[in-house]
C-alpha cells in the first residue's frame, strides 16, 4: 500500500479543500436525487463540534477528506471524499482510521454514519472497518437510497 499522504486537522474553507467537497457533491448529485443527498454544508464543517481532516499526498496536493461530527458520546462522519487518481491506495481507510482515532480521543462510543445505497466503495470500506447496518438516526428518514451503519467503539461510562 501506497503511504506517500499525510492527514491532519485542517480547516475546511481553503479553496482546494472547497473544492474536493463541491467535486463530492456533484458526484451525490449524479447518483441521488436532491432529497436523498445529506451533505453537511461548509458552514457546518466549521463549527466548533465538528473534526476536519485532509489527506494531502507528497506534493502537497488535498487529495482526501472526512469530518467527524460530534454529538456527546456519539459522533457521525461525513464528508468522506477522495480524488478519483488517489482511489484504491488505501487513503480512505486512512483517513477513516485518523477520524476513529480521534473519535477516541473524544471519548466517543458509538460511530455513526449515512451513506448511498450506490455508493459500493464506501459501504465496502465501512462495512471490513467494522461498522453494522441500522436504522435511521438523529432526524434522518427512512430512506430506500440511504443506508445508515454504526461502530461500537466502547461501552459508555
Not at 487518481?85 to 482515532?101: P, T
Not at 460511530?111 to 436504522?135: C, I, M, P
Amino acid at each position: 500500500m501506497n503511504t506517500a499522504w499525510r492527514i491532519n486537522a485542517e480547516h475546511p474553507a481553503q479553496p482546494e479543500v472547497v473544492d474536493l467537497l463541491r467535486d463530492g457533491e456533484e458526484h451525490s448529485a449524479s447518483l441521488y436525487p436532491a432529497e436523498s443527498i445529506h451533505h453537511l454544508t461548509l458552514d457546518g464543517l466549521c463549527s466548533a463540534n465538528v473534526r476536519f481532516m485532509v489527506a494531502r499526498d507528497d506534493r502537497g496536493r488535498a487529495v482526501a477528506t472526512g469530518a467527524l461530527v460530534l454529538h456527546a458520546a456519539w459522533a457521525e462522519l461525513k464528508r468522506m471524499w477522495v480524488v478519483a487518481d488517489m482511489r484504491g491506495r488505501g487513503v480512505s481507510k486512512s483517513v477513516l482510521r485518523a477520524l476513529v482515532a480521534e473519535a477516541r480521543r473524544e471519548n466517543v462510543c458509538t460511530l455513526r454514519l449515512e451513506t448511498g445505497v450506490a455508493s459500493h466503495a464506501a459501504l465496502g470500506l465501512y462495512a471490513n472497518a467494522g461498522f453494522a447496518r441500522r436504522g435511521p438516526f438523529n432526524g434522518y428518514r427512512d430512506d430506500p437510497l440511504s443506508v445508515f451503519m454504526e461502530m461500537h467503539l466502547r461501552e459508555p461510562s
